[in-house]
Every structure is written in structure tokens, then in C-alpha cells.
């Protein structure tokens, strides 16, 4: 089989997606997602200017040494364009490789390890009382574990929060928007949060809680310790991740269960956090790490140091990444959680797919490959247009996290 011809689609169904469309010789086409929410068009223009052009006439069944000529190759190694750009071309081989195999790619992972896929999803409020009224309506829909997150008194908006009617989206269209931040009043407002959420639904739900990156380590460590009495599932991105010991600091003061990584891209951002038991659960998923081919070594190696996986799964993962995440949890052994934030109608009209979701869980269906296809036809209705994510400031001006 040979790849014969291969390009880029960019539609805006509520919000940006980049997908890449992989053809062969033998009539089955692959498809591939490659969307970095905010540089949708850097990772496009690497895709058709830089790689495609190399990846006309290969074998797409060469899923490994295709990665390792487009990771190689470049010299220029790593970072999150280039690793979307080789994850889209991966995730459309992988997907090619299941068609023509006429298996589902879980099966090409080692087969199925569990039925279903445990996800969790996102409870929001403007305050504390609006959030529990957004925990029971979950509940409702038959989700075992919710992440938390209420807006903060004292200021104006909060990323992360819904507000007013309809789905929350993170990325705003036009440029980016500021927001205030303040550590001290966030602080005050998380522990509040939770012992409300336990006292009013007891210790059966898993509770999650993001905290996108905005403290210091021990700052995080103080958060960590005064949410011990709740039992998290996880805390999320406590601290930036570029310093990787930063953890370390985290870890020697909480029993709060770590999760970090969705902004990594390959196995090297999570080096030292694996191998020194800094955290406990590895976010980075397949677009934004390179594809099946680099998370399922990165999975494995997590797996020698007790780390399990708990995938990024925001709506700016593609239809395309949510199958193939869920193939990717079916099969392998270290599998903890998968983030569920349901894409709108009109993104799952562009992507008809054959997973689904019941009580809790996410299943990947059977269909051949990854499950999922794109309509170019109504794709086409909905022009790329500019997106990004809100940016904070702390209330003195100094920039922080977003
Ligand atoms: C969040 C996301 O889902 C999460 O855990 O951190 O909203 C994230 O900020 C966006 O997906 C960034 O693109
Ligand atoms: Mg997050």
C-alpha cells in the first residue's frame, strides 16, 4: 500500500479543528487531528509545507519509522507544533492500518483491558451553591467523577466557568481577552468548595479540581494538604510545569493526588516526573504527544513508576483525538481516567463517530480504524476563524497563568 495523496482541513463548528486526511492507493484514507487550540494555522502550514511533501508514496503500515523520520529529520526536535503536526500524520496511520486490517485500533494495542472507559466531566458555578446545583445535574447523567471548579469572590471572571447559558468553550473568538487573577482569594474559596461538595454528596464520587497552572509550589503544597480531608481524585496542574522539580516540593508536603501534563508533547517533559514519583497521573494525550506511536511508549515507561494515564480531553480534542484516546485507554494496562467535555452538535455532525458514552463511561465502538470520519461537504460551512485562550493577570498587572 502507498500513500498517494494527503492534505489539511480547517473548520470552525463552534470552535477550530485541524484534521488531516491521509490517502492510499488502495481507496482507504486515514484521518489525523493536528489541532493546537489557539495555533490552529502553524500547525497547518507545518503539515503542507514541511511534511506531507515527504510523506507522499511511504507505506502507511511504517507507522514507526514514518514518526521517527518526521521527529529525526527536522533536527529542530520536539515542541507542540511539530509534535500536533506528526501526531495528525500518526493518528491517520494508525487509522489506516485498522481498515485495512478491518480491526478496531484498540486491538492493535494489545486488545481490549477493560470494557468501558471511566471518564469524568466538568461541574461549574459562579459560586459554590451554583456548582453543588451542576454536581447533581451530572450525577444525574451517570457520572462517577466530576471535576469541580466555582468562581472565585472578589473577581470578575474565572477560567473555567460557565456563564450564562450554554456550553463553556475556553477559546474566545477575535484576540485575546485579560482577566484578573488572584492566588490569595482562590486559595481562600478551593477548600470551601470541596468540603461543600462532600458534605452534600458524600464520599462515593470521585472529585477532580483543575487548577491551571497558577501557583507556586508551595502554594500548591498548601492547597494539596487543606484538600486532604476530601479525598481528590486528582489536583490538577498545581504549578507550571517547566520546572519539573517543582513537584518535588508539592509532593514532600500532600497525599493529594498529582495529575499534570496536558500542555507537554513528548516523553521529555515528563522525565524527571516519572521517574521520581512526582506525580500520579500523566495528561499529555495523543495530538498534542506525538501520536499513538510516542504516548504508548510514554505510557509504558509511566507504568514502571506507578504513573497512570488521565488524558486531556477539552473540546479543542478533536472527534478524531477522543477515538482515538479511547481506543488508546481500552487497551493499555496503566489507564486511570479520561477528561469528557462533549463536543457541540455541530462538531459531531462535521465528525460522525462511533464512540459513545453511558453511564460513566466512554466506549470506542468497533468499527475498522479510529471510528471516526469527516464531512468535507459541511466541514465547509463553517470557515476557520481567529480563537484564543483568555490571558490572566494578577490584580497588580503582573502577567500570570492562564
Ligand atoms: C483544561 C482545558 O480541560 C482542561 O483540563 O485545562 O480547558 C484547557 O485549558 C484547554 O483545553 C486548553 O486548550
Ligand atoms: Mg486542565
Known amino acids: 500500500m502507498k500513500i498517494t495523496n494527503a492534505y489539511v482541513n480547517i473548520t470552525s463548528p463552534g470552535r477550530n479543528f485541524v484534521t488531516l486526511k491521509v490517502e492510499t492507493d488502495e481507496g482507504i484514507y486515514g484521518l489525523g487531528d493536528g489541532t493546537l487550540n489557539g495555533r490552529e494555522m ?19 503500515f511504517q507507522t514507526e519509522d514514518i514518526w521517527q523520520f518526521f521527529y529525526r529529520g527536522a533536527y529542530w ?50 459560586n459554590i451553591d451554583a456548582a453543588l ?59 470551601k468548595l470541596f468540603a461543600r461538595v462532600r458534605e452534600t454528596f458524600g464520599e462515593e464520587l470521585h472529585l477532580l479540581h483543575d487548577c491551571h497552572h497558577r501557583m507556586t509550589p508551595i502554594e500548591a503544597a498548601r492547597l494539596g494538604k487543606e484538600l486532604e480531608p476530601f479525598h481528590l481524585f486528582w489536583m490538577e496542574d498545581p504549578v507550571p510545569a517547566e520546572l519539573q522539580e517543582g ?37 499529555m494525550t495523543l495530538v498534542h ?37 479511547l481506543h488508546f485507554d481500552t487497551a493499555i494496562h496503566n ?20 464512540y459513545t458514552y453511558k453511564d460513566g463511561a466512554m466506549y470506542p465502538g468497533d468499527a475498522p480504524g479510529l471510528g471516526v470520519d469527516l464531512d468535507e461537504k459541511l466541514a465547509a460551512k463553517y470557515p476557520y476563524q481567529r480563537a484564543y485562550l483568555p490571558i490572566n493577570r494578577k490584580l497588580d498587572g503582573t502577567m500570570t497563568e492562564w
Open 42 to 60: 502553524a500547525v497547518a502550514s507545518y503539515l503542507t509545507e514541511h511534511l506531507i511533501p515527504s510523506l507522499i508514496g511511504r507505506d502507511p
Open 77 to 126: 526536535r520536539r515542541e507542540p507544533v511539530t509534535m500536533a503536526a506528526i501526531a495528525a500524520i500518526d493518528l491517520a496511520l494508525w487509522d489506516i492500518k485498522g481498515k485495512a486490517l478491518n480491526t478496531p485500533v484498540y486491538n492493535l494495542l494489545g486488545g481490549k483491558s477493560r470494557e468501558g472507559v471511566t471518564v469524568y466531566c466538568h461541574a461549574t458555578g459562579e
Open 133 to 191: 446545583e451542576d454536581v447533581a445535574r451530572h450525577k444525574e447523567m451517570g457520572y462517577k467523577a466530576i471535576r469541580v471548579q466555582c468562581g472565585i469572590p472578589g473577581l470578575a471572571t474565572t477560567y473555567g466557568i460557565t456563564h450564562g447559558p450554554g456550553r463553556y468553550e475556553p477559546a474566545e473568538r477575535g484576540l485575546p481577552s485579560e482577566s484578573a487573577w488572584s492566588t490569595e482569594m482562590y486559595l481562600r474559596q478551593v477548600p
Open 247 to 283: 513537584f518535588k516540593l508539592i509532593r514532600e508536603h500532600t497525599t493529594t493526588p498529582i495529575a499534570t501534563g496536558e500542555v507537554f508533547n513528548s516523553v521529555w517533559d515528563a522525565h524527571d516526573l516519572i521517574r521520581n514519583q512526582w506525580i500520579d497521573y500523566l495528561r
Open 289 to 325: 504527544g506525538g501520536g499513538i506511536t510516542h504516548l504508548k511508549k510514554t505510557a509504558d515507561f509511566a507504568a514502571l513508576y506507578h504513573v497512570r494515564t488521565g488524558f486531556h480531553g477539552a473540546t479543542d480534542l478533536s472527534p478524531v483525538t477522543m477515538a482515538a484516546a
Open 335 to 354: 489507564f486511570g481516567i479520561q477528561e469528557h467535555m462533549p463536543h457541540t452538535d455541530e462538531t459531531d455532525a462535521v465528525f460522525p463517530h462511533h
